[in-house]
T-cell receptor, first 116, second 108 residues
């Protein structure tokens, strides 16, 4: 299996622009997670989906962030408008089942976002 | 809210040394994860444990549920073990809360 695929791997944009990050989970996995990693705050959960349905988006920092999962093999995380403080590495991860405490998480390579 | 604390934050050792990284959490859990983040940024799940001890090669993870503490040990450390090691515990239904990570550097 190719593992979790994320694109782009690097994104540099200017403040105010719209940014779309993409993720393809491992085939057959039922849950998908979006994380953000910064030096100051480490890894933080932004949102997760079970069977394509958003379950908990309490980690999404504000209305500028939105995430969708239109089907089992694709998810997007959109930031509009982007701000310099959004600069971070964004990871997507998936698990086969529905329980994060018993299933191994498989992480994508991450997207390094820089907002100038 | 579960607070996860790791120690030390940074650790430098010589090749061959025995390494211990500690993780403490504040609220009772059902399982704890250890992750490894490579220098290139990729994250790999090393262990998921709810009691006792697990071993994969030179890596050993232990957990004491009553004391809310887990340790990750590396025997016969090697420069390729240099990475950031992160522990994580579940909070709520499916949310993982992460420690800040321990940056390990093994010098040849």
């Amino acid at each position: 299996d190719a593992g979790v695929i994320q694109s782009p791997r690097h994104e540099v944009t200017e403040m105010g622009q719209e940014v779309t990050l993409r993720c393809k989970p491992i085939s057959g996995h039922n849950s998908l997670f979006w994380y953000r990693q910064t030096m100051m705050r480490g890894l933080e959960l932004l949102i997760y989906f079970n069977n394509n349905v958003p379950i908990d988006d309490s980690g999404m920092p504000e209305d500028r962030f939105s995430a969708k999962m239109p089907n089992a093999s694709f998810s997007t995380l959109k930031i509009q408008p982007s701000e310099p403080r959004d600069s971070a590495v964004y990871f997507c991860a998936s698990i086969k089942g529905l329980r994060v405490d018993t299933d191994t998480q498989y992480f994508g390579p991450g997207t390094r976002l820089t907002v100038l | 809210k579960n607070e996860v604390e790791q120690s030390p934050q940074n650790l430098t050792a010589q090749e061959g040394e025995f390494i211990t990284i500690n993780c403490s959490y504040s609220v009772g859990i059902s399982a704890l994860h250890w992750l490894q983040q490579h220098p290139g940024g990729g994250i790999v799940s090393l262990f998921m444990l709810s009691s006792g001890k697990k071993k994969h090669g030179r890596l050993i993870a232990t957990i004491n549920i009553q004391e809310k503490h887990s340790s990750l040990h590396i025997t016969a450390s090697h420069p390729r073990d240099s990475a950031v090691y992160i522990c994580a515990v579940r909070e709520g239904a499916q949310k993982l809360v992460f420690g800040q990570g321990t940056r390990l550097t093994i010098n040849p």
